[in-house]
């Protein structure tokens, strides 16, 4: 029986490894394309700052991006990394899995019949990115980015954009390695570079991709998915339940919609869309690729604010609809 | 005359080896995974043909990615080597232990499958009707009573369910195995012989019968004839 679930955790390990490898491909080649031919700094230091406009440019940005969040984290990391605005970039990380056109498509693909998800779910997902984004536009880049990410947006940004901490000047001496020079001179110095930073990066993320699969896979096999859908009418311990499953699960956001169609019937609508804005969101399986972004604490803080905006949208949903 | 490409450059990567070029191999061996789950057909295995077209291309992506970063490199002071072994390890298991799940453990927990969607059988004699056809049709049937001891020949693989009842079961998979759930018919098995182990594929001949139960009214396949069979290319339905 422990070889039967050890086999059968190889293989949807095997499945998940092998369906998400290529959206995170997509994710840092459109990276390191943006990082050889958009300018660092002054063009995304352009994007907007404000609270309200910077999250709404990121959502829409991931309307040209149609890949899951495998796809998405790196895109983020390289707008970050090329001083681009944080609630842009933050927008675009947290809404772009659900606000694009291939997840709206399957949405509705999936729940013909209640046009009330087709426009719940982009709205209850906007409304958990313009949230998070300004919760975190309060605190400081220094303790929200990971310190590699820190210091390598450091150098996209003006001057006297951050204190002198921040910017690890030679004054006061540099709390992490002396980063790697950027390409300067030669078109085709500049190709090389890119694409070995590119292949850095992917291998980078790939390994992190594994991690979150191993674990996700682990947990599907050995978590008995029935057992939370045992509690499917129970309003608020359905939506906790399955915002447990969209996390543990951590199936592609493109077709996540198809899976919650096998068990719509029998939880609550709030717990339905929990599922749907959690899970593209937040996983096991991209757990690790958020670490190239953010810093331990801003994991749990931006884990748990989407978890709790995740549980007041299914606990308003079921208050309407019950 | 069409002129030979030029040669696959081994060279590069012997050299890259040597000097502990780890991040352009790991790649490499991504794209070699890729692909050759693509062709030793083991994709059919783990996830839904629509997703086919986007991992080989991946994988078609990832070895030119890889052979372009081969012949760009120069010795760097310091490559994440960490998650470049751990990149390579892990494709090396993929290509050398295939997938061999239990079909049965993946789903005896699971919800059964919703089956809207789906292209139906409802116009297909009732012998080429086949488990999900049957299954479907019963659930959307106002009076499945109409069905009662109507011929059906099913095949599909053994699931022994938390009760320890042994059903008859195919697996539908939206987008990969991790999403699979079951659907799944009663079978009462042949008089005097056990029934299949778990996880066996067989075809069952025989008819259709709806036994009233305490839930409501619950089809049994009444099997006359069983055929062990082999487990099917793609083994789930889409």
């Given at each position: 029986?422990?070889?039967?679930?050890?086999?059968?955790?190889?293989?949807?390990?095997?499945?998940?490894?092998?369906?998400?490898?290529p959206?995170?491909?997509?994710?840092?080649?459109?990276?390191?394309?943006?990082?050889?031919?958009?300018?660092?700094?002054?063009?995304?230091?352009?994007?907007?700052?404000?609270?309200?406009?910077?999250?709404?440019?990121?959502?829409?940005?991931?309307?040209a991006l149609?890949?899951?969040?495998?796809?998405?984290?790196?895109?983020?990391?390289?707008?970050?990394?090329?001083?681009?605005?944080?609630?842009?970039?933050?927008?675009f990380?947290?809404?772009?899995?659900?606000?694009?056109?291939?997840?709206?498509?399957?949405?509705?693909?999936?729940?013909?019949?209640?046009?009330w998800?087709?426009?719940?779910?982009?709205?209850?997902?906007?409304?958990?990115?313009?949230?998070?984004?300004?919760?975190?536009?309060?605190?400081?880049?220094?303790?929200?980015?990971?310190?590699?990410?820190?210091?390598?947006?450091?150098?996209?940004?003006?001057?006297?954009?951050?204190?002198?901490?921040?910017?690890?000047?030679?004054?006061?001496g540099?709390?992490?390695?002396?980063?790697?020079?950027?390409?300067?001179?030669?078109?085709?110095?500049?190709?090389?570079?890119?694409?070995?930073?590119g292949t850095?990066?992917?291998?980078?993320?790939?390994?992190?991709?594994?991690l979150?699969?191993?674990?996700?896979?682990?947990?599907?096999?050995t978590?008995?998915?029935?057992w939370?859908?045992?509690v499917?009418?129970?309003?608020?311990?359905?939506?906790?339940?399955?915002?447990?499953?969209?996390?543990?699960?951590?199936?592609?956001?493109?077709?996540?919609?198809?899976?919650?169609?096998?068990?719509?019937s029998?939880?609550?609508?709030?717990?339905?869309?929990?599922?749907?804005?959690?899970?593209?969101v937040?996983?096991?399986?991209?757990?690790?690729?958020?670490?190239?972004?953010?810093?331990?604490?801003?994991?749990?803080?931006?884990?748990?604010?989407?978890?709790?905006?995740?549980?007041?949208?299914?606990?308003?949903?079921?208050?309407?609809m019950? | 005359?069409?002129?030979?490409?030029?040669?696959?450059?081994?060279?590069?990567?012997?050299?890259?080896?040597?000097?502990?070029?780890?991040?352009?191999?790991?790649?490499?061996?991504?794209?070699?995974?890729?692909?050759?789950?693509?062709?030793?057909?083991?994709?059919?295995?783990?996830?839904?043909?629509?997703?086919?077209?986007?991992?080989?291309?991946?994988?078609?992506?990832?070895?030119?990615?890889?052979?372009?970063?081969?012949?760009?490199?120069?010795?760097?002071?310091?490559?994440?080597?960490?998650?470049?072994?751990?990149?390579?390890?892990?494709?090396?298991l993929?290509?050398?232990?295939?997938?061999?799940?239990?079909?049965?453990?993946?789903?005896?927990?699971?919800p059964?499958?919703?089956?809207e969607g789906?292209?139906?059988?409802?116009?297909?004699?009732p012998?080429?009707r086949?488990?999900?056809?049957?299954?479907?049709?019963?659930?959307?049937?106002?009076?499945?009573?109409?069905?009662?001891?109507?011929?059906?020949?099913?095949?599909?693989?053994v699931?022994?369910?938390?009760?320890?009842?042994?059903?008859?079961a195919?697996?539908?998979?939206?987008?990969?195995?991790?999403?699979?759930?079951?659907?799944?018919?009663?079978?009462?098995?042949?008089?005097?012989?056990?029934?299949?182990?778990?996880?066996?594929?067989?075809?069952?001949?025989?008819?259709?019968?709806?036994?009233e139960?305490?839930?409501?009214?619950?089809p049994?396949?009444?099997?006359?004839g069983?055929?062990?069979?082999?487990?099917?290319?793609?083994?789930?339905?889409?």
């Amino acid at each position: 029986m422990v070889l039967d679930h050890l086999s059968t955790s190889w293989s949807v390990f095997q499945a998940l490894f092998l369906e998400a490898l290529p959206f995170l491909l997509i994710g840092v080649a459109l990276a390191t394309m943006a990082r050889h031919w958009l300018p660092p700094g002054p063009v995304l230091q352009c994007l907007p700052d404000h609270p309200l406009l910077g999250p709404l440019t990121g959502a829409a940005m991931g309307f040209a991006l149609p890949a899951c969040e495998c796809g998405n984290v790196p895109v983020t990391r390289q707008l970050l990394a090329s001083g681009s605005p944080l609630p842009t970039a933050m927008g675009f990380l947290f809404a772009a899995p659900v606000l694009n056109p291939i997840v709206l498509a399957s949405t509705w693909a999936a729940f013909p019949d209640q046009p009330w998800l087709l426009w719940a779910r982009p709205a209850a997902g906007l409304a958990m990115a313009l949230l998070v984004a300004t919760l975190l536009r309060f605190q400081k880049d220094a303790a929200i980015l990971a310190p590699n990410l820190l210091q390598e947006r450091g150098f996209h940004q003006p001057a006297g954009a951050g204190s002198l901490l921040e910017r690890s000047a030679g004054l006061v001496g540099s709390a992490y390695p002396v980063p790697r020079p950027l390409p300067s001179t030669g078109r085709g110095k500049s190709w090389r570079l890119s694409v070995l930073h590119g292949t850095d990066e992917l291998v980078k993320l790939s390994s992190l991709l594994i991690l979150g699969c191993a674990v996700a896979a682990l947990l599907q096999t050995t978590l008995p998915r029935d057992w939370l859908l045992a509690v499917g009418q129970a309003p608020t311990l359905s939506v906790l339940a399955l915002m447990l499953l969209a996390v543990v699960i951590s199936v592609c956001s493109s077709v996540d919609a198809f899976l919650a169609l096998g068990f719509a019937s029998q939880v609550t609508p709030g717990a339905l869309l929990a599922f749907l804005v959690l899970g593209p969101v937040i996983d096991l399986k991209s757990l690790g690729l958020y670490g190239t972004v953010f810093c331990r604490s801003a994991m749990v803080f931006v884990g748990l604010s989407c978890g709790v905006l995740a549980l007041l949208a299914g606990q308003w949903t079921n208050f309407l609809m019950l | 005359m069409n002129q030979p490409g030029p040669p696959f450059p081994w060279s590069r990567v012997r050299s890259a080896v040597a000097r502990r070029r780890w991040t352009p191999l790991a790649l490499l061996c991504c794209g070699i995974t890729l692909v050759q789950c693509w062709t030793s057909g083991r994709l059919q295995l783990l996830m839904a043909p629509a997703f086919h077209g986007l991992v080989i291309g991946a994988g078609l992506g990832l070895l030119v990615w890889s052979v372009t970063a081969l012949v760009v490199d120069r010795p760097r002071r310091s490559t994440p080597w960490r998650a470049a072994v751990l990149v390579v390890c892990t494709n090396l298991l993929i290509v050398l232990a295939p997938p061999r799940s239990s079909f049965s453990t993946l789903a005896r927990h699971r919800p059964p499958a919703r089956l809207e969607g789906l292209a139906a059988g409802f116009a297909l004699p009732p012998e080429q009707r086949d488990l999900v056809d049957w299954v479907r049709l019963l659930r959307g049937s106002p009076q499945p009573q109409l069905f009662r001891g109507e011929p059906i020949q099913v095949e599909g693989f053994v699931l022994v369910t938390a009760t320890g009842e042994h059903h008859l079961a195919q697996l539908l998979v939206r987008c990969c195995l991790a999403d699979a759930t079951p659907v799944q018919l009663a079978v009462q098995w042949p008089d005097g012989a056990p029934p299949p182990q778990r996880d066996q594929w067989v075809r069952v001949e025989g008819e259709m019968e709806l036994l009233e139960t305490s839930d409501g009214i619950q089809p049994v396949v009444i099997a006359h004839g069983l055929t062990a069979i082999s487990k099917p290319r793609q083994p789930f339905r889409t």
